[in-house]
């Protein structure tokens, strides 16, 4: 059960990522991302994120595509554009990358017998749920980064509005 | 529920994910295709980190992808600014035209 649904996951995960790069126009290319973003919270589901897998749909397909998906509408950029030049130098890097990782990844020793008999966070049979282990060690151990992070997002949210706007028109002293 | 898939799976599918989105600014001109791509690397780390917290047995992983998400979110934001402020000057989504800053 668990090898099926992951190979369905990651199945359209990698058709989507790649349709996502393919498609000459950005309308399709959000919507695939879309399906990709749906399908990695379904991952998340089966490695026992849920809380994280709620987060996956709320904020990135509910608010960053949407994002994305209103700026492309706003300036209607349906105009065919081309591909680099040089696609196939990029491809080719692309798929030398891909062995390397392949035989990193074969060569290593990933097996993590050693570690499971360390204390179970992530399954233990305790009454605690995801959300409840997620936001105990966020408000605990990384509460400074959280609040870093909540600064970030300040940050992000002046500098949109500043960037985005219209120049205002000059105010004259009468 | 055991989980029987392997960890490296999870590896090889996340370095897929990832070196798609690299592939991806390497050979497109649209900007708003590049962003994209980014958004796909970020999301090819996080299927890594959630699936270390899943075999690590440690919940710190998924506090990581939290924190790896508001820096996505906050990086459409400015991106996007930076495009439509962009757009503004230069009608046009190439990144080839876009070189004020060129010497």
Same mark, same amino acid.
């Given at each position: 059960?668990?090898?099926?649904?992951?190979?369905?996951?990651?199945?359209?995960?990698?058709?989507?990522?790649?349709?996502?790069?393919?498609?000459? @126009?950005?309308?399709y290319?959000?919507i695939?991302?879309?399906?990709?973003?749906?399908?990695? /919270?379904?991952?998340?589901?089966?490695?026992?994120?849920?809380f994280l897998? /709620?987060?996956q749909?709320?904020v990135? /397909?509910?608010?960053?595509?949407?994002?994305?998906l209103?700026?492309?509408?706003l300036? @209607?950029l349906?105009?065919?554009?081309?591909?680099?030049?040089?696609?196939?130098?990029?491809?080719g890097l692309? /798929?030398?990358?891909?062995?390397?990782?392949?035989?990193?990844?074969?060569?290593?020793?990933?097996e993590?017998?050693a570690?499971?008999?360390?204390?179970?966070?992530?399954?233990?049979?305790?009454? +605690?749920?995801?959300t409840e282990?997620?936001?105990?060690l966020?408000?605990t151990k990384?509460?400074?980064?959280?609040?870093?992070?909540?600064?970030?997002?300040?940050?992000?949210?002046?500098?949109?509005i500043?960037?985005?706007?219209?120049?205002?028109?000059?105010v004259r002293? +009468? | 529920?055991?989980?029987?898939?392997?960890?490296?799976?999870?590896m090889?599918?996340?370095g897929?994910?990832?070196?798609t989105?690299? #592939?991806?600014?390497?050979?497109?001109?649209?900007?708003?295709i590049?962003? %994209?791509?980014i958004? %796909?690397?970020?999301?090819?780390?996080?299927i890594?980190?959630?699936?270390?917290?899943?075999?690590?047995?440690?919940?710190?992983?998924?506090?990581?992808?939290?924190?790896?998400?508001?820096?996505?979110?906050?990086?459409?934001a #400015?991106?996007?600014?930076?495009?439509?402020?962009?757009?503004?000057?230069t009608?046009? #989504?190439? #990144?080839?035209e876009?070189n %004020?800053?060129?010497?």
């Amino acid at each position: 059960m668990g090898i099926f649904s992951f190979f369905y996951f990651a199945t359209v995960i990698v058709l989507c990522a790649i349709l996502v790069v393919a498609f000459r @126009n950005p309308v399709y290319s959000v919507i695939s991302l879309l399906v990709l973003f749906f399908h990695v /919270a379904g991952l998340f589901v089966s490695l026992h994120a849920e809380f994280l897998a /709620a987060v996956q749909i709320i904020v990135y /397909a509910g608010a960053i595509l949407v994002l994305y998906l209103f700026v492309v509408m706003l300036l @209607n950029l349906k105009r065919d554009d081309s591909y680099q030049r040089q696609v196939w130098i990029g491809v080719g890097l692309g /798929a030398a990358a891909l062995g390397e990782v392949i035989y990193l990844i074969a060569k290593a020793k990933l097996e993590p017998a050693a570690l499971v008999n360390r204390v179970s966070q992530v399954t233990s049979g305790t009454q +605690e749920g995801n959300t409840e282990m997620v936001g105990r060690l966020l408000y605990t151990k990384y509460l400074f980064p959280f609040e870093v992070a909540s600064l970030i997002l300040l940050v992000a949210m002046i500098g949109a509005i500043l960037l985005a706007k219209k120049a205002l028109p000059e105010v004259r002293d +009468e | 529920m055991n989980n029987l898939v392997p960890l490296s799976y999870y590896m090889i599918l996340s370095g897929v994910v990832f070196l798609t989105g690299l #592939v991806g600014v390497l050979i497109r001109r649209n900007i708003i295709i590049l962003l %994209l791509s980014i958004e %796909l690397m970020l999301n090819a780390t996080n299927i890594n980190f959630v699936a270390f917290s899943y075999y690590l047995h440690d919940i710190a992983g998924q506090v990581f992808v939290f924190f790896a998400l508001t820096v996505a979110a906050a990086e459409v934001a #400015v991106g996007l600014a930076i495009f439509i402020a962009l757009y503004r000057g230069t009608p046009s #989504v190439n #990144v080839e035209e876009f070189n %004020l800053m060129k010497g």
